[in-house]
């Protein structure tokens, strides 16, 4: 792992998705990498969902668009069509990007998104009334989507996006009432993750940039820094 790195995020979606008209050529896909490559930037953080939908074709998810048909919106067709003729012709939409940062001397870092959950039953979403990570099946449909791309992609680090968060309500993983048990929960699961990739790669997570902020949405990071869980932090 690099001692110091400049990282560049891309989120996948506005500066690359939403704005090629498909069928996406080469260099338009390598956008994300091309962007930066040759300047000081050593490691791409790329978002690989949006955390309503996989911006690869996951076999335990759901891929961005799949449930959105008939769209409504340019940018949601954008990016299924311009997904769509890269399968078509037999390339994996997030392998390009990968592969391109590795042609490019760039590290790849995926970047997860964990508000929201593509593919899981929406009455689990604390804004329509479930319990958000205090299901255990989110929990194990977020853990399945973290074994799956660091199964079937060659990743130079996994990044839990803690901070982008969609849900509905100003709690995004546990209600008030759940905090002290999800607290505990979300712990284990990052202690269950870092397990599944040590040895594979650097674990890091992106997080509020206060402890109350984080504790208040039920992430104990400084129990994760205290044992070892993330290399680093964003």
Avoid at 49 to 77: C, H, L, N, Y
Wanted: charged share 25%; with cysteine; proline share 3%.
């Amino acid at each position: 792992m690099r001692k110091r790195r400049t990282i560049y995020h891309n989120d996948a979606r506005h500066n690359y998705l939403w704005l090629f008209e498909p069928p996406i050529s080469m260099d338009q896909a390598w956008t994300p990498v091309d962007e930066v490559a040759g300047t000081a930037v050593d490691t791409l953080s790329y978002c690989v969902e949006r955390g309503d939908g996989a911006f690869w074709p996951t076999k335990v998810g759901v891929r961005f668009g799949a449930d959105m048909q008939p769209f409504t919106s340019q940018i949601t067709w954008r990016a299924w069509e311009c997904m769509q003729s890269l399968l078509d012709r037999g390339l994996d939409p997030l392998q390009v990007v990968i592969d391109r940062a590795h042609d490019k001397g760039l590290d790849f870092i995926a970047d997860l998104r964990l508000s929201t959950y593509g593919g899981m039953d929406a009455a689990h979403k604390i804004g329509e009334g479930g319990r958000g990570w205090g299901h255990e099946a989110v929990r194990e449909h977020q853990y399945a989507v973290v074994d799956e791309l660091a199964r079937d992609y060659a990743l130079d680090g996994f990044e839990l996006d803690y901070t982008a968060a969609f849900d509905t309500s100003n709690r995004f993983y546990f209600r008030a009432e759940d905090l002290a048990e999800g607290t505990a929960a979300m712990t284990d699961w990052v202690r269950r993750v870092a397990v599944r990739v040590r040895g594979q790669m650097p674990l890091g997570a992106r997080i509020y940039p206060t402890e109350a902020a984080n504790l208040d949405q039920g992430l104990d990071v400084r129990t994760w820094l205290e044992e070892g869980l993330l290399d680093f932090v964003i």
